[in-house]
């Protein structure tokens, strides 16, 4: 019973978060005069056209009266029509975002199969080589900044070595998986195609390691500082002077309770990653969107940015509930909300 | 980018503000070396630089490394050395305005909520959930889009995602200090908000903040330079570090240089803030200072 | 026990993507398939289409948009190849134009036997339905018909079912008229087909936005929105076979990446690479680089109703302190012309007189005479790369540095185009830097705009009101005599090259990246292809 009103306060607390998100990111794409409509049909458009362009997006209504049909659009599921791609927004994220989550999820689980072992290593062998070995790269990971990584890593990866493909989500001539959820590789198995599910594994590769650098990084970090403050715990050295096996001692006890601040920070990093993938994007030709919301914001098609910021902005709560419902599993003592 | 997540390092109350531990640490000292000698870099660049970094030679474009041009030439001629020196002094000023201007607002807020109580914060509170809810690089897109690209207008766009963690850090200090001992002393002695606030709960909040501070300087450099890559940061000519990788990219298999060294500075002066604040965490947060020092 | 767990989260957040992803995908969603005839025969283009908006030719006006509909719609006339300076027939046969009492008629008699992709003949009435579809949409490229060439939805009849005839009122330039068919927006569309997929009175728009009805070599198999465009061979076409099997655009917009796909053998043209990438290309093995002409000019607008700029000594002071050598031959790698007038080479008209280069103390001189001493103005520029291939920051540098010596400071403004063009439009820009390229391939199409305040485009975001140039410049439209036309545009652009608020710094050059196998490539400065004459 706690866990189910500590689930709807979450989610009244998320629902008002969004209309704060809406208003301010509404009042900021309103605050200058530029005129999307001149952006949409360029140098050459005569002034009739773009008056009747801005007509056709209610652009010459009231402001107020504009952010009235916003809402009342978005209650509907309508997040209205894209200035740039002229199509209705709703349709264009369903079409960019699951390429994001795709490349997000890689950087997690990158992060999580990397991070998280590393942190444990450089925690046991602290003050020794592979301790500083970790921490090193940790501290690189948490200070280069992605993009300049991403042209690295694409340069060395596929245009020196040739070892994996230079952008996109998948093999020109190899046909994509029949869309299900969006995301190629749980389409390409869901479908049981198996040269689809190679093509679209080894394009996420270079992204998701350039993505993945800095959560890799966090996670190692957290890892390593959790686990050297559980290792120094009474109830470890119990297990040590029981004569437990040291491995046992570090995965099985030491871990265990080492996991829940890491497990918080794998919260926070989703919503962060988010913000990594529109760098991350640019350089890797992939067609997710973070290379939409770059468009838009140039073009000022606020109707298109309003949704990537209403749907990033409902992202990093969301992967915060699930994180705490984890939590909550992980720990039942834990009092929330 | 990714900064929020190094704001969420863990930070734990402390007690004791340090004074020499921290350069007991030879990692702490090359940090502080590293920021000095950038700090030198910023303050001097007009004595350190060997040429103007905006004069430019047609004649001797794209050259690499020589003894003319320690790091070569760009695309203009200008000499890539002179405009990376001139380039520390952007980066730490995007930096420093970050950090204080969203310091203090968020310190602010923090203050108020935290010693208010009550609907005034809960309704902050709110407020700070919102920004910390947009990822950082979105909103300050939306920002510079709507304002138009400067880095005055990439400044602010980078202020307005961090001040709320400060503001929550402070909130959440100043919670768990009101009920103590010597604030309760002063309120009993009849000390006014504005004196207990400024006097007490303010000076015992100053080392978490210290420590974000530091980790703050860095991610606002490395938000700056990805903003001014997409085109939403500093105007040309400006020699501003994200601004000069971006431009060296379409060089990079001829001239790889041009997008290497900008790219090395950022990754040493952001690295040597990271290591500043790991730093500052174990000497002002006693509970770690052992294991990770 | 931990592995179980973070196993258990990864679930939880996995559940969380499938529930944000598009649970049905709606019937417009393109699923990319296999691509016709497989690697061998299909030309892959590394390209920016970021403005890509449309297939739809009625709708459509952008770069990409038209490159690819070029390839699979036909028009009456067009131009062949390369040249633009002779109209040739396309679904039309023959065309005459007579004078009538208050209106130009020009009638086209169609080709027979034309079939759309579809298999349904192309008659008259196909390509009536398509011109009135224009008209009634009035999206951007419209203007082209209803206020260049005056026409309204009833100016053309189908005579019969291979005869057409357009009335223009004499106001309109009947050679214009013909070269505006030759673009994408005269394309004929399958008219049962198009009327088949109408849905709310759209036209069919919402059809042809990523579908085709055309009759050309190639139809359009998908378009993955911000990934790629495929075309494939059209199996009805009645001209000759292409050889391709399929043309697939793909959405790369970093030109580093474009570059390294080439070398690598994953595209087989890249269209977006800088001079300086086209030369490391240059004995590189299996890669080739062409460049073709466009009639592009970057210029700068200098706003004449800013002080001091409405002094006309002061304008030319800034077009002498220019350094134009350099910029072509330094920066663009002598990617570009030194063009200084406004009508480019490949247009009829184009004065070959480019008399300005660097002279510092000439400008220097000319700004004593207009008693300016020092003067700061904003320059606004637009981000990425200027057409030729160098950044628009590096070309405001260079401007910056050259202006600087003459005693005037700029403060370079980088933003948006869509931010620039607003200010522009406006007439509040000081000094602005953008392109600019014809509607259609005849000199009118830079003049008027270029002259004329009152149509509202260049000329009159740069506040320069001018009513005898305007005037010419009007007159010289109709003129039909190429000579006599050409003796007029000479007078025009000679008085603008001096008067005007420009300084047109260069014609640049189209430079494209090959495979070495891709043969027949030919590049119209219009900006198109043929594919059907390209091989691999």
Redesign the interface.
């Known amino acids: 019973m706690r866990f189910v009103g500590f689930l709807t306060r979450r989610i009244v607390g998320i629902a008002a978060v969004m209309v704060g998100v809406s208003i301010i990111t509404f009042a900021i794409s309103h605050v200058i005069p530029a005129d999307p409509a001149v952006a949409a049909l360029g140098d050459h458009a005569t002034p009739d056209q773009i008056a009747a362009f801005r007509a056709e997006y209610h652009l010459d209504r009231p402001l107020g009266e504009q952010y009235v049909t916003y809402v009342t659009g978005i209650l509907r599921g309508d997040l209205g029509r894209s200035i740039r791609t002229r199509r209705p927004v709703a349709e264009d994220l369903a079409d960019f975002f699951p390429a994001t989550i795709e490349l997000s999820f890689a950087a997690l689980l990158v992060s999580i199969v990397v991070g998280l072992p590393a942190g444990v290593w450089s925690a046991v062998f602290r003050g020794r080589l592979p301790d500083h070995l970790v921490r090193v790269l940790s501290l690189v990971g948490g200070s280069i900044p992605v993009f300049w990584l991403g042209l690295i890593v694409i340069g060395l990866g596929y245009y020196q070595l040739g070892w994996f493909p230079g952008g996109g989500r998948i093999d020109t001539f190899v046909a994509p998986p029949p869309t299900r959820t969006g995301l190629y590789v749980v389409d390409s198995l869901l479908a049981g195609d198996l040269d689809a599910l190679r093509s679209s594994l080894i394009h996420l590769v270079l992204p998701a390691l350039t993505l993945g650098y800095f959560s890799t990084a966090v996670v190692a970090r957290m890892t390593r500082s959790s686990m050297l403050e559980v290792l120094g715990q009474d109830y470890i050295r119990t297990a040590r002077a029981k004569g437990l096996h040291e491995r046992l001692v570090v995965w099985r006890h030491g871990l265990r309770n080492a996991l829940i601040p890491t497990v918080t920070i794998i919260g926070l990093i989703f919503g962060s990653l988010l913000s990594g993938a529109v760098l991350t994007e640019t350089i890797f030709s992939w067609p997710g969107l973070g290379r939409y919301a770059t468009a838009s914001a140039i073009s000022l098609d606020f109707p298109a940015v309003l949704g990537v910021t209403l749907l990033a902005a409902v992202v990093y709560p969301v992967a915060n509930l699930v994180v705490d419902i984890a939590y909550f599993w992980l720990d039942p003592r834990t009092q929330r909300g | 980018m990714a900064e929020r997540a190094v704001a969420a390092f863990p930070m734990r109350a402390s007690r004791v503000v340090a004074r020499a531990p921290i350069l007991r640490n030879p990692l702490n000292v090359t940090a502080i070396a590293l920021i000095a000698a950038f700090t030198l870099c910023a303050l001097f660049a007009p004595l350190l630089a060997p040429h103007d970094p905006l004069a430019q030679s047609l004649g001797t474009r794209l050259e690499p490394p020589s003894s003319a041009h320690w790091l070569g030439t760009d695309q203009l001629g200008r000499d890539l050395a002179s405009r990376l020196l001139y380039g520390a002094r952007i980066s730490l000023f995007i930096g420093i305005l970050v950090v204080v201007s969203a310091g203090a607002f968020g310190t602010l807020v923090g203050l108020v909520a935290g010693y208010a109580g009550g609907l005034v914060d809960e309704l902050l509170m709110r407020l700070t959930e919102v920004f910390l809810a947009f990822p950082a690089l979105i909103l300050a897109m939306a920002i510079a889009g709507a304002l138009g690209p400067s880095l005055t207008n990439a400044i602010i766009a980078i202020a307005a995602v961090t001040w709320a963690v400060y503001a929550r850090l402070v909130r959440g200090q100043i919670l768990s200090l009101r009920r103590r001992e010597f604030v309760e002393a002063a309120r009993s002695i009849g000390a006014s908000h504005m004196r207990i606030l400024a006097r007490h709960l303010l000076p015992n909040a100053v080392a978490p903040l210290l420590i974000q501070a530091s980790f703050d300087m860095g991610s606002a450099i490395i938000s700056a330079a990805g903003l001014s890559f997409i085109g939403f940061g500093a105007q040309p000519p400006t020699p501003e570090w994200g601004v000069m990788i971006s431009e060296g990219r379409n060089f990079i298999s001829t001239q790889p240089w041009l997008s290497l060294f900008p790219g090395l500075a950022i990754l040493l002066a952001v690295g040597a803030f990271n290591l500043l604040g790991d730093g500052l965490r174990d000497v002002l947060d006693p509970r770690l200072r052992g294991p990770l020092a | ?2 592995l179980r ?2 196993s ?3 679930a ?3 559940l ?3 529930a ?3 649970a049905t ?2 019937g ?2 393109t ?5 016709a005839g ?2 061998a025969s ?1 030309l ?1 283009i590394y390209d920016d289409t ?1 403005d890509l ?2 297939l739809d030719p009625a709708v459509l ?2 770069f990409s948009g038209v490159l690819l509909a070029h390839n699979v719609y036909e028009t009456l006339v067009r131009f062949e190849g390369t040249d633009l300076a002779n109209i040739k027939p396309g679904l039309a046969t023959s065309w005459d134009i007579k004078e009538g009492p208050s209106t130009t008629d020009i009638t086209f008699k169609l080709k027979s036997g034309v079939k759309f992709a579809s298999g349904n003949a192309l008659t008259a009435d196909d390509v009536v339905y398509s011109v009135q579809r224009a008209i009634k949409l ?1 999206k ?1 490229p ?2 082209l018909f209803t ?1 260049v060439a005056g026409l309204k939805e009833d100016s053309v009849k189908a005579s019969d079912p291979t005869t057409v005839v357009f009335s223009l009122p004499k106001t309109a330039s009947a050679q214009a008229f013909l070269s505006i068919l030759t673009f994408t927006l005269g394309s004929v569309v399958d008219s049962k087909e198009v009327k088949a997929k109408e849905s709310a009175g759209d036209s069919g728009s919402g059809y042809l936005l990523d579908h085709s009805a055309g009759s050309g070599p190639f139809v359009v198999d998908h378009w ?4 790629e465009v495929l075309i494939k061979a059209n199996p009805n076409y009645g001209g000759t076979k292409p050889a391709l099997g399929g043309v ?1 655009t ?8 474009q ?3 080439l ?2 053998g ?1 595209a087989d043209i890249a269209r977006d690479l ?1 001079p ?2 086209i030369s ?1 290309l240059q004995g590189k093995a299996g890669v080739t680089t062409t460049s073709a002409n466009s009639l592009l000019l970057v210029y700068v607008g200098m706003n004449a109703m800013v002080k001091p700029l409405d002094n006309v000594n002061v304008r030319e002071a800034l077009r002498t302190a220019v ?1 134009y050598d ?1 910029i072509v031959k ?2 663009l790698k002598g990617n570009a012309k030194k063009v200084q007038g406004i009508i480019p080479q490949g247009l009829a008209g184009h004065n070959e007189s480019a008399p300005f280069q660097q002279d510092v103390a000439k400008a220097q001189a000319l700004m004593k005479q207009a008693n300016v001493d020092k003067v700061t103005l904003d320059f606004l ?1 637009p ?2 790369q200027a057409p030729g291939g ?2 628009w ?2 070309l ?3 401007l ?2 050259d202006w600087g010596k003459i005693g005037v400071t700029v403060n ?8 620039l ?2 200010t522009y ?1 406006a007439q509040k820009g000081q000094l602005v830097m ?1 392109n ?1 390229g014809p ?1 259609y391939p005849d000199p009118d199409a830079n003049v008027a705009p270029f002259t004329d305040y009152k149509a ?2 260049i000329a009159f975001r740069n506040g320069w009101d001018d009513a005898t140039i305007a005037q010419k410049g009007h007159d010289a439209a109709l003129i039909t005599d190429p000579a006599k036309r050409a003796t007029a545009y000479k007078e025009i652009t000679e008085y603008v090259l001096h008067n005007g608020p420009y300084v047109v710094l260069y014609q640049p050059t189209a430079l494209f990246g090959l495979r070495s196998n891709v043969k027949g490539f030919a590049w119209s400065a219009i900006g198109w292809a043929d594919y059907a004459a390209v091989s691999k």
């Open positions: 026990m931990p767990r973070s258990v989260l990864f939880l957040a996995l969380v993507a499938a944000c992803a598009p995908t709606p417009g969603t699923t990319p398939s296999a691509t497989g690697a299909t892959v970021s908006i449309s006006y952008e009035n951007s419209a203007f206020d993955a929105k911000n990934t697939l793909k959405h790369v917009p970093e030109s580093t990446n570059q390294f796909a070398e690598k994953d800088t300086q990438q490391a350094d350099g330094d920066l520029i981000t990425g160098t950044a920051a590096d405001a540098a260079k910056q540095a370079i403004k980088q933003t948006t185009t869509a931010d063009l607003g439009r953008i600019w509607d509202k485009s």
